[in-house]
């Protein structure tokens, strides 16, 4: 699933780094997650903090920092950015109004998700290595994922999983690279995905619309549905929901796992 000297012609191969991004778009005003947990105050999916990018991008250089950025199409802004690089031909229609860039500090991580529209996804790394590990749909039953969202429990530390705690785990069968400078990983649709930034660094998605008819209406449902009803019961129910959704998660992966 890691593509190899796909994208060494790319101005973008050698250009892109912190530095060059800094030049470019220092200026910038950048929304910024950490990892704490889901808050019923905060609405689906929502920043914790924002920062200038030229202030963002020295802390990420000067020392190890939870935050990062999450999803931010930089081209809208930046728009000369988009001549660094193309759409590859893999073989999927690639939606070209989306890339999106991904920042973070030594030791962040991006806590366990699928993406919301079930995407396939091609993830390229410029600055910095990650540590990716992956788990097709199929798995989610073992992974105690939450209800009414795209998450796994927020506590369980996938890069050292405790077995003890969450039994169901062992159970996973998934896939575990590490992702360096110039290499591509391609994610199929709706799987899940942890990252964990070894370095400081950025990367780009590109995705491609979901073709399994299963996915792409999952994936209706999720935009259109899922996420304005756990909005509703955020501000209905407030933590309640939160706890409510955490404890379900444990109490359905132990059921559907026969684990007393
Ligand atoms: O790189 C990251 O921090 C997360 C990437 C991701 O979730 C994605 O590309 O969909
Ligand atoms: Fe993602």
């Not at 919301?116 to 788990?135: S, V």
Request: glycine letters at 4%.
């Amino acid at each position: 699933m890691v593509i190899e000297h796909c994208i060494d012609d790319w101005p973008a191969y050698t250009k892109w780094n912190l530095e060059y991004i800094k030049t470019i778009a220092g200026d910038k005003i950048v929304s910024l997650y950490d990892d704490r947990p889901v808050n019923y105050k905060d609405g689906f999916n929502k920043p914790h903090a924002t920062m200038k990018m030229s202030e963002y991008i020295d802390l990420l250089q000067r020392e190890p920092t939870k935050y990062r950025i999450f999803l931010w199409n930089i081209f809208k802004e930046v728009p000369q950015l988009q001549n660094d690089f193309s759409f590859p031909d893999f073989g999927l229609r690639l939606m070209n109004k989306l890339p999106m860039l991904f920042f973070g500090g030594k030791d962040s991580f991006t806590f366990m998700h699928y993406d919301i529209d079930l995407a396939n996804i091609f993830h390229f790394q410029f600055e910095g290595k990650k540590q990716c590990i992956l788990f097709d749909q199929k798995q989610g039953k073992y992974l105690y994922k939450v209800p009414h969202s795209l998450i796994t429990r927020e506590d369980i530390d996938f890069g050292n999983p405790d077995f003890k705690k969450w039994p169901a785990l062992q159970y996973a069968q998934g896939y575990i690279c590490e992702l360096n400078h110039g290499e591509v990983l391609y994610m199929p649709e709706g799987y899940w995905h942890f990252m964990k930034y070894i370095t400081s660094g950025f990367s780009m998605s590109l995705r491609a619309i979901a073709r399994n008819p299963r996915n792409l209406s999952k994936a209706i449902y999720n935009l259109f549905i899922m996420r304005n009803y756990d909005n509703l019961m955020r501000k209905l129910k407030r933590q309640q929901w939160i706890d409510w959704k955490n404890e379900q998660a444990i109490i359905r992966t132990n059921k559907k796992n026969h684990i007393i």
